[in-house]
């Protein structure tokens, strides 16, 4: 398997809460992915990497950012969380290839 | 934009049968992916399609990409209860695939005995 580490792996907050998510790699990719996972939308990108402090938006990354400082760590903050952000979320490293996922977040914002 | 439309959403067949999903695309790609997803758990990869007319078999699943058409189909022979799960294919947003992939919704299949 990718070396590909989510944490924390479940969490629950309130609306207006900051929350960050976090995927660490192991491959030493250069691309790395966050993508949201709900029920009737299979999965949509938020943000990806192409490399350190080089980031881009996705599909849906309004109330999303990203930090990228080391190869290996790929940042995603809700400044202030909404209901609407709950969902399962998921990391990717790898590009041109199959890319390979973590084993996902699931958050929950009451 | 990039449209990825899967059908059926959902399927359920019996042990021993045979059966298709497709997968449309809407922009052109010479690659499509496709994984498997069991619930709760992460996207497995089971095929990296990369050109026009590409076929790849692995157990009882088969997968087949038409770039002209812009379809693949993912062709399940002799159905097993194991292969029960939610099937998704993927499309680049562009070439290679480096800033992501478009996921169509997925194909909740059940299988039963």
């Known amino acids: 398997d990718a070396g590909i580490t989510q944490s924390p792996r479940h969490k629950v907050t309130e609306t207006g809460t900051p929350v960050t998510l976090r995927c660490h790699q192991t491959?030493?990719?250069?691309?790395m992915y966050w993508y949201r996972q709900d029920p009737g939308h299979g999965l949509r990108l938020i943000h990806y990497?192409?490399?350190?402090?080089?980031?881009d938006k996705g599909e849906v990354s309004d109330g999303y950012s990203v930090s990228r400082s080391k190869t290996e760590d790929f940042l995603l903050t809700l400044e202030s969380a909404t209901s609407s952000q709950t969902s399962v979320y998921f990391c990717?490293?790898?590009?041109?290839?199959?890319?390979?996922f973590g084993d996902g977040t699931r958050l929950s914002i009451l | 934009e990039l449209k990825v439309e899967q059908n059926p959403l959902f399927l359920s067949m019996q042990e021993g049968k045979n059966y298709t999903i497709y997968c449309n695309y809407s922009?052109?790609?010479?690659?499509l992916y496709w994984y498997r997803q069991d619930p709760g758990k992460s996207l497995e990869s089971l095929f990296v399609?990369?050109?026009?007319?590409a076929v790849k078999q692995e157990g009882r699943l088969m997968a087949s990409l038409d770039t002209k058409a812009r379809l693949s189909t993912l062709h399940i022979t002799a159905a097993v209860h194991d292969l029960s799960a939610t099937y998704f294919c993927?499309?680049?947003?562009?070439?290679?695939?480096?800033?992501?992939?478009?996921f169509g919704k997925g194909t909740h299949l059940i299988i039963q005995p």
């Open positions: 990717a490293i790898g590009s041109n290839q199959p890319q390979h």
């Open positions: 491959e030493n990719h250069r691309y």
């Open positions: 990497s192409y490399g350190v402090k080089d980031t």
């Open positions: 922009t052109t790609s010479d690659r």
């Open positions: 399609l990369l050109s026009n007319g």
């Open positions: 993927a499309v680049p947003y562009s070439g290679g695939g480096a800033d992501g992939l478009t």
